[in-house]
């Protein structure tokens, strides 16, 4: 749910909309089990870090949750994360490909219409006194709350081939800093870094791309089948 709700993109209340319709929905339409027990949640890139942001606001709901190369570290430490969502918020793709005539066409960016860079959470900035909202929904210091509940997590993430192009490069160092919280709360939990991606499928080459998506899916699926079937 957006700190400012009166931007050109309209009302963005998602946590309500999942949380309170979706699963109501589901529950209502599809043969599921609607316990805790018996329902998930997973995300990838921006989506882990819903996957584990409602998870902590909602453990009563999910009893796993996992993200597959998400941006689960929204704290200063990992600036460059923040900056991607400033980044998506202000289309700045599509700035850029509307400055490089010829290139692209700047209507097809998926992040119209641009929004002011402090419309979800606040300034980014610690600097200017809004750090504490960013922390408030950060995954990495709420892990306690997953621990707390018993619900498990997963964690599925590459080294982007240890580019700073590659935004699997970014997202790795927010899932190391998970880890570090979980093994510093004693947290059991399941965590693949596939690095290279050269042992993990056959389309997955490290990078933020559906090819290592689809092998996290092939190892996480079963492993929740198990779960739900015990």
């Known amino acids: ?31 599921t089990i609607p316990t805790k027990k018996a329902r998930a949640i997973a995300g ?12 902590q606001a909602r453990p ?34 599509g700035a850029i490909c ?19 860079s402090d419309a ?22 709420h892990m306690g709350v997953l621990a707390e509940a018993g ?11 240890g580019s700073p192009l590659e935004p699997e490069f970014w997202v790795a160092g927010a899932a190391k800093n998970v880890k570090s919280a979980m093994d510093a709360l004693g947290m059991s939990y399941y965590y693949v870094n596939y690095g290279d991606g050269a042992a993990w499928g056959t389309r997955c080459n490290g990078g933020h791309n559906g090819g290592c998506w689809e092998q996290d899916l092939r190892d996480l699926i079963p492993r929740l089948e198990k779960e739900f079937a015990a």
């Not at 700047?106 to 992040?111: Q, R």
């Open 120 to 141: 979800a959470f606040g300034s980014p900035y610690p600097v200017f006194n809004a750090d504490w909202r960013w922390n408030e929904v950060d995954p990495s210091q």
């Open 151 to 161: 619900v498990g997590v997963s964690v599925y993430v590459g080294d982007g081939g």
């Open 98 to 116: 509307a400055s490089a005539s010829g290139t692209c066409d700047p209507n097809d960016s998926p992040y119209k219409p641009g929004v002011d």
């Open 1 to 31: 749910n957006w700190l400012d709700q009166r931007t050109a993109a309209g009302a963005q209340n998602w946590e309500n909309f999942h949380l309170k319709q979706v699963i109501p929905f589901i529950d209502a339409n599809l043969r």
């Open 60 to 93: 009563d709901l999910f009893s796993h949750t996992a993200s597959l190369s998400g941006d689960i570290d929204m704290s200063a430490r990992s600036m460059d994360l923040r900056l991607a969502v400033v980044a998506s918020l202000i289309d700045a793709t």
């Open 44 to 55: 990838v890139s921006m989506g882990g870090f819903g996957a584990f942001h409602y998870a």
